[in-house]
C-alpha cells in the first residue's frame, strides 16, 4: 500500500449511502510528482467524517488530500484518510486540467483544410460554414470529446476528430467510399459535444446535455446551419443527420438508428477504433509498470505492448511457475 499526499484538483464528487452511512466519492486529478510528468486522475473515496467535509469541497478546485493507495475490484483507487479544502487561482487550478497536445490554431488549420478538400460544391460550403459558426468557433476548439472514457481533457474533440478525418481520408478510396459524406460524417458525428459537456474544469455536463445529449444537439445544429446553405438540398440533411445519430452503431450504446450507409459504418468504427485505443493508453499501471487495469471494458492492459525493447526475455508463463511441493 503507497502512501499518498498532496494537492489534487476535484473533477468530480458525489456523496452516496453506504452500509455505514455517507461516503464521499470523486475523481481526483494530481500532478505528477516531477516537472513533465503527465497529470494523474485516480478515483478517490472517503468513508470517514464525510458530514464534515463534504459541503467544503467543491467540484472545479482544488484540495489537499492525504491517503492510501489501493486496489479494488482490479482498479487503482484512493483511499482517503485526510482531506482538506485549497484557495487556488484560476492559473493554479489550470495547471491540473488536462490538455490535448495539438496547438489549437494548427489544429483548426488543419480541420479548415479537410473541409476545403470537398469536391462537393454544397456540401463542402456547408462544412465550412459549420465551421464559421461563431458557436463552433467559440466550442469546439477546447471541447473536450468525452467526460470520461477517451480523449477527456481540453481540446480532446479536436484532437479526436483530427485523427479521424486523418484515417478517413486514407481508407475512402481503400473501401470505394464517398470522401466527401465520409470526412463531413466524421466532422460531425460528436459536434453536438460542444454544448452536451462543458469545457470548463470538471468537464460536467450541461443541462442541456443531460435533457437532450450530443446526438440531438448535433443534429438541431447541423438542421440549422444548413439553411444558411442556398439550396441546400433536404436529402443533404437527413443524410448528414444520420451519421450523428447512427455513429455510436448499437441501440444498446445510445444510437436510435443503426448505420445505414456504408459512409455511416465506417465513421462509427473509425469513431470507436479512435476511442478504444485513446481509452487503453490512458490506463495507469499499477502492478509494477506492467498492467494497468481497464474497468469499462474489465480489461487488463499490457502497458509495455508497444515497446517490444521493454519485453524481457523470459518465456510467458514460465518466469514464475510454481510446482506444488517443489
Ligand atoms: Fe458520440
Ligand atoms: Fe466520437
Redesign the pocket.
Known sequence: MKTVKGVAFVKSKSVQEGKNGPALFMDLVFKGTQPNLPLQEVPARLWEGVDRVATTIQTGELLYAEGQEIVFNGETQLRLTRISPLKATPEEILAFIPKSTVPVTEGMDKLKEYLESLEDPSLKEFGLMMLADPEIMDRFPSAP??KKN??AFVGG?LE??LE?LEMGSRIAPVLGLNRDLLLLGLFL??IG?CWEISSTPGFSYTDEGRLVGHMYLGCEKVAQVSRRVAGFPERYLRVLQHFILS?HGEFAYGSPILPATPEAMAVHFL?NL??QVNAIRRVRPQDGDQWGYEKNRGAYIWKKGSDPSSWDQTPVGRGERKVFGA
Do not use: N, Q, V
Open positions: 470529446a468525452a477517451h480523449h474533440l479526436h476528430t479521424i458525428h460528436d459535444k455513429h469513431d479512435s476511442g
